[in-house]
């Protein structure tokens, strides 16, 4: 076994490195210790190289007591996250850079379909929906949804809801809701926080924090507060997963001015960040989801930039959970 340990005011940083988990692979893990809460956080790698293929942008959704990979070449699902078999779901959405799924009232929908890429595609408007997880019903060939891109659905008040998003004319600052992912409505426009592409909502200790670069708040979707205006000063932030566990905010895979990073950022309060060093190799576009207790992650792209012009794509598994309770 081999430690390492690096302190940092109140942060204490512990790496192991053992053996173990699927077929004997090595097994790493990080414990992060914050003196000043007592609690501690362990990665650990369930796999080097899961079943599906490796690549970026898809999604991860844990439904009822099931853990869903939404991959482009086919669904997989767990009850355990280690053991996986392929659904005979395939992915409606087509190119999930562009458009998501979303949870909705006990089934999952894919809102519109695209195909091709920014400079040439097909958008359509068609909305599919499933609650058996074995096959897609068509809820509507033609819907009433935005044909947009680079948008991150929420849902909030048993309501579908968009904000921004762009297409070939630029990007919006309004928003949108639906009862039922086929008709919408528009809530709002000149939202204060201006044209926005790509942000992410999620909903946190009775609010939503909007976030990007910057963290907005609100509690009615409606109306929006400045709460920071740099979630790390001085770096414009994208390409992560946000998510809610352990009552905390997290943000995995960030590129940050332009690099990718295997640090995960996180905050109690949407205000005030702090960084997590991951036994992961750096990345962007990664799946991740809340499961059980615990935090999973794969997927993800590396690369393109004048250090690496190289591009590298993961399939390993990754798994963090609360591990620890100093006394």
Partial sequence: MKKTHHLFGLLLVVTFVAYGCSGGAKTEKLVVIS???????????YMDS????KTYNYQMMAIRDTLWLLHPDGFWYSTDGRSWQ?????????????????????????????????????????IHST????????????????????????????????????DK?????????????????????NLPFGKRSGSQVVSFKNKLY??????????????????????????????????VYDDKIWLLGCNRNGLFSNQVLYSE??????????PWLPRGGVAAAFFK??????????????????????????VMERTIEKK
Avoid: C
């Fill in 86 to 126: 392929k659904s005979s779901l395939t992915d409606v959405v087509d190119n999930q850079a562009f458009l998501d799924y979303i949870e909705f009232k006990g089934a999952v929908y894919g809102l519109g379909r695209f195909s091709g890429n920014i400079e040439r595609y097909n958008f359509s408007t068609a």
């Fill in 50 to 53: 899961a079943q599906w293929k």
């Fill in 269 to 278: 309060d949407g205000k005030t960040w702090k960084t997590q060093d991951a």
């Fill in 210 to 243: 909007l976030l990007d670069s910057d963290v907005w708040v609100s509690d009615d979707a409606l109306h929006w507060q400045l709460l920071i205006p740099e979630i790390l000063p001085g770096q414009q932030l994208f390409g992560y997963k946000s998510l």
């Fill in 35 to 45: 003196n000043k809460d007592s609690i501690a956080y362990e990665w650990v790698k």
């Fill in 169 to 189: 004319n630029g990007s919006y600052s309004d928003i949108w809701s639906s009862d039922d992912a086929i008709q919408w409505v528009k809530e709002g426009e």
């Fill in 293 to 318: 207790g615990k935090l999973f992650m794969t997927g993800g792209k590396y690369g393109g930039t004048p250090d690496h012009t190289e591009f590298r794509y993961d399939n390993d598994l990754w």
């Fill in 131 to 166: 609650t058996d997880f074995s096959k897609w019903s068509i809820t509507a060939k033609q819907s009433q949804l935005l044909e947009r891109f680079f948008y991150h659905p929420f849902v909030f008040k048993d309501k579908i809801w968009i904000i921004g998003g762009e």
